[in-house]
């Protein structure tokens, strides 16, 4: 038998959106798959091998060649832009990355403080707009920013809106849809196409909600 083909996924929602798609693909992962709590999940029975990883590190993984391919979200691929073929939009996770604030707040200064995970999406989105700002890097509790006076702005993923309602923001600007990709190292995509276009034509017709032969 061939190498297993190993598949970087991201903890948490996506990780489970991801796992049913693949269900509905035709592959049988153990019922105790989502449960556990190993780093590295090894399926022989599909000839698969899974890496669990933080979400900002699945394309790192993919792009080193340590995994074939991986599933990452559109923002953390724009962030990182890693040496990563994206082969499959597969339509789960889905949210934006928004530009929001204080209502009605005073944006003074020559250069305005923005606060996000996203510094090089940021940064890209204001100069394309021609506006100078001050980029803070922030790792979690984006929101909490415009609250103590950090920063008059953020960047941040929004999906219902509803932290930033409770947080008293309001969004002002989309910046782009996002949702999760299939991603493949370039290498292993000539090396293991047969395998990696299989599990792209799988989740493909899932995705477009057609059967799975």
Not at 14 to 19: D, G, K, S, T, Y
Not at 74 to 103: F, H, N, Q, T, W
Not at 104 to 119: D, F, L, S
Not at 121 to 133: D, I, T
């Amino acid at each position: 038998m061939d190498k297993p083909l190993t598949i970087a996924m991201p903890k948490g929602r996506i990780f489970e959106e991801a796992v049913t798609l693949l269900r509905m693909a035709g592959y049988k992962l153990p019922d105790e798959f989502e449960a556990s709590r190993k780093l590295i999940i090894n399926v022989p029975a599909e000839n698969l091998r899974f890496i669990l990883a933080k979400p900002t590190d699945v394309t790192t993984y993919v792009e080193h060649g340590v995994a074939d391919a991986g599933i990452a979200g559109k923002d953390v691929m724009l962030e990182e832009e890693r040496d990563v073929y994206e082969i499959l939009d597969l339509k789960i996770s889905k949210c934006r990355l928004a530009v929001a604030g204080l209502p009605q707040a005073e944006i003074g200064g020559v250069a305005p403080r923005v606060a996000t995970k996203y510094p090089n999406v940021a940064s890209k989105y204001f100069r394309e707009q021609g506006e100078q700002v001050e980029i803070i890097k922030l790792n979690g509790s984006v929101e909490l920013a415009p609250l103590v006076g950090l920063a008059e702005r953020i960047v941040d993923i929004v999906s219902t809106g509803q932290t930033l309602k409770e947080n008293g923001l309001v969004e002002s600007e989309k910046i782009c849809d996002i949702t999760s990709r299939l991603i493949v190292n370039p290498v292993s995509y000539r090396m293991k196409d047969k395998i990696i276009e299989e599990l792209a034509s799988r989740l493909a017709l899932v995705v477009e909600g057609e059967p799975v032969k």
